[in-house]
């Protein structure tokens, strides 16, 4: 490792901003810090660099800052790492939209991100299927001498990642740790005969269509442990009367907005989530159960895209945790954003793991506010708004 002081001074400097902020978060880490590192001994050629899975910008902005680099390709699951990059250049390159035009620019998984690449410098996912698809098309699209680094934190490691990678990769490797990250080397790309293997799908006993998935959409194809019970209030106690203009507020594999969808045949269902994956498989969910004339998607943060007053219930699953940080703070932005997109009149009805005790904060912020089921794990509630 050489030296880290410099580049690390630089990358102290990024905010998390808007993703979720807390003392304890930080927007980089050591495998950052070892893939910006190990980057400086490879060949660096303007437009053929490709970045993906970049948090907040640490990957981005530390490779513009170390080298004269221009034109890298980025791919960000997520909005809010989308925003949060855009943010960073501005304050911490002082870079206008034009200029930061000229330095990176996002592109989806796909041809345009990789085509013709030599390097693509990459945070791990988390999902082995994540690094499958990632994997799959930088074999498909990328230049035959391409070199991929992967970084991640040993906690999140695994021998299967080398073993996915290696499908796609002639040779493997792994370096040392340092400071509990390391990183994966793939080179010589052997590319993919037949169709990509995503996105997925598979039934559950529980519902009459499938659900789709891509390798970053949360939970894969499963159907939700806290959607399920969710799922059964809606079955046991529909709200009354029926809903017409319906949101679901993370919609992650589309479960929730299509059986809404199914349920209320003549309701418009808004899905809507942060995440590219999510969209994408929502979109197949509906598709395949036939109702994506009625369910309309959207990639954006929290309700951003719902106009004002316009639901009369919001479906709400939110996550606990942030990357692999547990956190309360993503639920508690998904649950702020609700009583704008309400009408008066209108209901949220929300699962939750029942230790985390949500009803105090929508009580406060939406109405009032029942207690629909409970299992050993989850609570759904519904609160109506005033
Ligand atoms: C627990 S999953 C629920 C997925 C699906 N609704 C279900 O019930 O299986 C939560 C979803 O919220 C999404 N999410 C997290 N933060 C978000 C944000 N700020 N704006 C929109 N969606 C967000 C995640 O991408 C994820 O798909």
Same mark, same amino acid.
């Given at each position: 490792?050489?030296?880290?002081?410099?580049?690390?001074? @630089?990358?102290?400097?990024?905010?998390?901003?808007?993703?979720?902020?807390?003392?304890?978060?930080?927007?980089?880490?050591?495998?950052?810090?070892?893939?910006?590192?190990?980057?400086?001994?490879?060949?660096?050629?303007?437009? /053929?660099? +490709?970045? +993906?899975?970049?948090?907040?910008?640490?990957?981005?902005?530390?490779?513009?800052?170390?080298?004269?680099? &221009?034109?890298? &390709?980025?791919?960000?699951?997520? !909005?809010?790492?989308?925003?949060?990059?855009?943010?960073?250049?501005?304050?911490?390159?002082?870079?206008?939209?034009?200029?930061?035009? =000229?330095? *990176?620019?996002?592109?989806?998984?796909?041809?345009?991100? *990789?085509?013709?690449?030599?390097? !693509?410098?990459?945070?791990?996912?988390?999902?082995?299927?994540?690094?499958?698809?990632?994997?799959?098309?930088?074999?498909?699209?990328?230049?035959?001498?391409?070199? $991929?680094?992967?970084?991640? &934190?040993?906690?999140?490691?695994?021998?299967?990642?080398?073993?996915?990678?290696?499908?796609? @990769?002639? =040779?493997?490797?792994?370096?040392?740790?340092?400071?509990?990250?390391?990183?994966? #080397?793939?080179?010589?790309?052997?590319?993919?005969?037949?169709?990509?293997? *995503?996105?997925?799908?598979?039934?559950?006993? =529980?519902?009459? @269509? /499938?659900?789709?998935?891509?390798?970053?959409?949360?939970?894969? #194809?499963? @159907? /939700?442990?806290?959607?399920?019970?969710?799922?059964?209030?809606?079955? =046991?106690?529909?709200?009354?009367?029926?809903?017409?203009?319906?949101?679901?507020?993370?919609?992650?594999?589309?479960?929730?907005?299509?059986?809404?969808?199914?349920?209320?045949?003549?309701?418009?269902?808004?899905?809507?989530?942060?995440?590219?994956?999510?969209?994408?498989? #929502?979109?197949?969910?509906?598709?395949?159960?036939?109702?994506?004339?009625?369910?309309?998607?959207?990639?954006?943060?929290?309700?951003?895209?719902?106009? #004002?007053?316009?639901?009369?219930?919001?479906?709400?699953?939110?996550?606990?945790?942030?990357?692999?940080? +547990?956190?309360?703070?993503?639920?508690?932005?998904?649950?702020?954003?609700?009583?704008? !997109?309400?009408?008066?009149?209108?209901?949220?009805?929300? +699962? *939750?793991?029942?230790?985390?005790?949500?009803?105090?904060? $929508?009580?406060?912020?939406?109405?009032?506010?029942?207690?629909?089921?409970?299992?050993?794990?989850?609570?759904?509630?519904?609160?109506?708004? &005033?």
């Amino acid at each position: 490792m050489g030296s880290v002081t410099e580049l690390e001074a @630089f990358l102290a400097r990024l905010s998390r901003e808007p993703d979720i902020d807390a003392p304890e978060l930080q927007a980089y880490d050591a495998a950052d810090l070892l893939l910006l590192d190990a980057a400086r001994s490879l060949k660096l050629r303007d437009g /053929d660099v +490709v970045v +993906v899975g970049d948090r907040h910008g640490a990957l981005t902005l530390g490779l513009l800052h170390e080298t004269a680099l &221009r034109g890298l &390709r980025v791919h960000q699951d997520g !909005v809010l790492g989308e925003r949060a990059l855009t943010s960073n250049a501005t304050r911490v390159l002082g870079a206008s939209p034009a200029q930061q035009t =000229e330095l *990176f620019q996002h592109h989806p998984l796909g041809s345009s991100l *990789f085509g013709g690449a030599t390097l !693509v410098v990459m945070q791990l996912p988390r999902s082995l299927s994540e690094l499958e698809e990632i994997a799959w098309h930088i074999a498909t699209h990328a230049s035959p001498d391409v070199v $991929v680094i992967a970084g991640g &934190r040993d906690k999140h490691m695994s021998h299967s990642m080398n073993e996915r990678l290696g499908r796609y @990769f002639g =040779e493997v490797t792994a370096s040392r740790g340092w400071r509990k990250a390391r990183m994966l #080397t793939a080179r010589g790309a052997i590319r993919p005969l037949g169709d990509p293997p *995503f996105a997925l799908h598979a039934r559950d006993p =529980e519902l009459d @269509f /499938d659900l789709f998935a891509f390798g970053a959409t949360f939970g894969g #194809t499963a @159907f /939700d442990h806290g959607s399920r019970l969710l799922v059964q209030t809606l079955r =046991e106690r529909p709200p009354s009367p029926d809903p017409t203009h319906i949101v679901d507020l993370g919609c992650g594999n589309g479960v929730l907005a299509v059986t809404a969808a199914l349920q209320w045949p003549r309701a418009r269902v808004l899905a809507t989530d942060q995440s590219a994956a999510a969209v994408a498989a #929502t979109k197949l969910t509906a598709q395949a159960a036939g109702v994506a004339d009625r369910v309309e998607v959207h990639r954006a943060d929290a309700t951003d895209s719902v106009p #004002t007053g316009w639901a009369d219930l919001v479906l709400l699953n939110p996550p606990f945790h942030t990357g692999a940080t +547990v956190h309360t703070a993503v639920a508690h932005r998904l649950m702020r954003a609700v009583p704008r !997109v309400l009408q008066p009149g209108g209901e949220l009805r929300l +699962v *939750f793991n029942s230790g985390l005790g949500y009803r105090p904060l $929508v009580e406060r912020i939406i109405g009032p506010t029942t207690q629909l089921a409970r299992n050993r794990t989850f609570t759904v509630l519904s609160s109506i708004a &005033r």
